[in-house]
């Protein structure tokens, strides 16, 4: 009746796939809000030549983009996890 799951399986070039996937969307996320903190350490080290509200504009933008594509790729990588997993029914359950 009920199935009792002692470790799951997966297919691993599927899981390896979602792994990378995590790795690089992680990267991109980073590097954005890098360019964030860029923006604003130019500012005030005075080498930027933009205005202050339009620093902290693209910084709001850029670091609110950041975390909006960092969570897109947990839920990605969790969605494509559960994609990797591989069911096994068991005699009992078909009957």
């Given at each position: 009746?009920?199935?009792?799951?002692s470790?799951?399986?997966?297919?691993?070039?599927?899981?390896?796939k979602a792994?990378?996937?995590?790795?690089?969307?992680a990267?991109?996320?980073?590097?954005?809000?890098?360019?964030?903190w860029?923006?604003?350490?130019g500012?005030?080290?005075?080498?930027s030549?933009?205005?202050?509200w339009?620093?902290?504009?693209?910084?709001?933008?850029?670091?609110?983009?950041?975390?909006?594509f960092?969570v897109?790729a947990?839920?990605?990588?969790?969605?494509?996890?559960?994609?990797?997993?591989i069911?096994?029914?068991?005699d009992?359950?078909?009957?």
């Amino acid at each position: 009746m009920f199935q009792t799951h002692s470790e799951k399986k997966y297919n691993e070039k599927l899981k390896s796939k979602a792994y990378s996937g995590l790795v690089m969307r992680a990267i991109v996320a980073g590097y954005v809000l890098y360019l964030a903190w860029m923006i604003a350490s130019g500012s005030t080290s005075g080498k930027s030549t933009m205005p202050v509200w339009c620093v902290i504009l693209f910084c709001t933008l850029f670091t609110a983009g950041s975390f909006s594509f960092a969570v897109y790729a947990v839920r990605s990588f969790f969605k494509a996890l559960r994609a990797a997993e591989i069911c096994e029914i068991s005699d009992q359950e078909e009957d």
